[in-house]
């Protein structure tokens, strides 16, 4: 959304407010002011005019200018209805030099996970990629991506679902003390770099939001299910205020991530570059690398891998 056209939204929401002092104050034609109010109406905004001027009643629609609006964190949004992978959108958009920018969807059609893994995105959902150009070395850059799933997990809690984090990444909702769950969202961190410097990084969010439970895979979950539909325009505010938050405060991400983890504690199974690795999660590094105590008493330190988690013995 161009300043112009904040500056009229601004006005409206303090309205009732006239075309002509619109146009006076912010030093514009009165056809440049009808044709900034026809463009957010068509952007998701409920603009009621009558003879006191014009007034904004209510923002009804998940769009890019309805996000933009009140959101709380330096993002632009790049809204569509419908799109292959927002993340695929998103490094073209890094590659031409883009930061702070939010690809938004109400669908993906071609997404997916971790490890190439196939990831439905159906419309209902909360499909996002978010621009970054950090200035930190490349080492930290999981950070970012802990930071992400610190956000969305904070974001669910406040809407009363009981969500917390599966290691490194995944938001999950826990069913019972054996250490199962339901999948709620998944992280997926893609970026471009040298070895002392990030050039672009792009955090993609998928959020199961409003879906119906039979639309899911078995062992998901989503806010409807849990706690009924979600205004997602909020939400998605809220993921990217909270992520926000975190990635201008890098030292908070592992103390928070800690007190959002399920997998701490836990006996889990790792996948890793073909070995398998059973244990207990002890803790994670101020990297986000998983400590586990092996059956056998040895700790290793987790980098990268699939982490199950196990009843316990």
Known sequence: MNETRRAVLEALADGPVSGPEIAESLDISRAAVWKHVEGLREGGFVIASDGSGYVLEQVDRYSGPTVEYELEAPFEIEYHDSIGSTNDRARELAGGGATDVVVLADEQTGSRGRLERAWRAPSGGVWLSAICRPTIPLARASQYT????????????EVGVDAGIKWPNDVVVSVGDDGSYRKLAGILTE????????????????????????????????????????????FVQRVLEVFDTYRNDLERVIPAWRDLALTLGQ?????????????????????????????GGETVTITAGDCEHLRPV
């Open 267 to 295: 006996r889990v199974r790792v996948e890793r570059d073909g070995e398998t690795l059973v244990g207990v999660a002890r803790d994670v590094t101020d990297t986000g690398a998983l400590r586990v105590e092996l059956e």
């Open 146 to 157: 802990l930071a992400a799933a610190v956000a969305t997990a904070t974001a669910a809690r």
């Open 191 to 234: 970026m471009e770099g040298e070895t002392d410097r990030i050039e672009w990084l792009v955090v993609g969010i998928g959020v199961n939001a409003n879906i119906d439970a039979a639309e899911l895979p078995e062992r998901a979950t989503s806010i409807a299910e849990e706690v009924g539909e979600v205004d997602r325009r909020r």
